[in-house]
């Protein structure tokens, strides 16, 4: 699944509109001037919508998928299709805007 290489300066949302943003990412490995996520970066979730009712918020995003055949540091980057589940809730995580220059597999 090719898809555009996701940086720091991504839009990254939980499944409530809480925005994410990445923990760790690969510094020696730049796409428009700034770091990309691979597959080991956690991501911190900020305001997630389900801190208003019962259920526990989005805390963390993990990347359980990544690209098939680009890696940086030996952990698949991160692209447009990946796909991450969230702790507590299980949800995933919504890839928005992102530089289109770098395409992976």
Known sequence: MPGPVIHVGATVMCMHAGVAQPM?????VLVSGQPIATQT??????GCGLASVPSPPCVTGQWV???FR?????APVIVQGSQ??????GTGLIIGASQTRVVAT
């Open 24 to 28: 760790t990412v690969f510094p020696r």
């Open 41 to 46: 970066s956690v991501y911190a979730v900020v």
């Open 65 to 67: 998928v990544g690209a």
């Open 70 to 74: 680009v890696k940086a540091g030996g």
């Open 84 to 89: 991450a589940i969230c702790a507590p809730t």
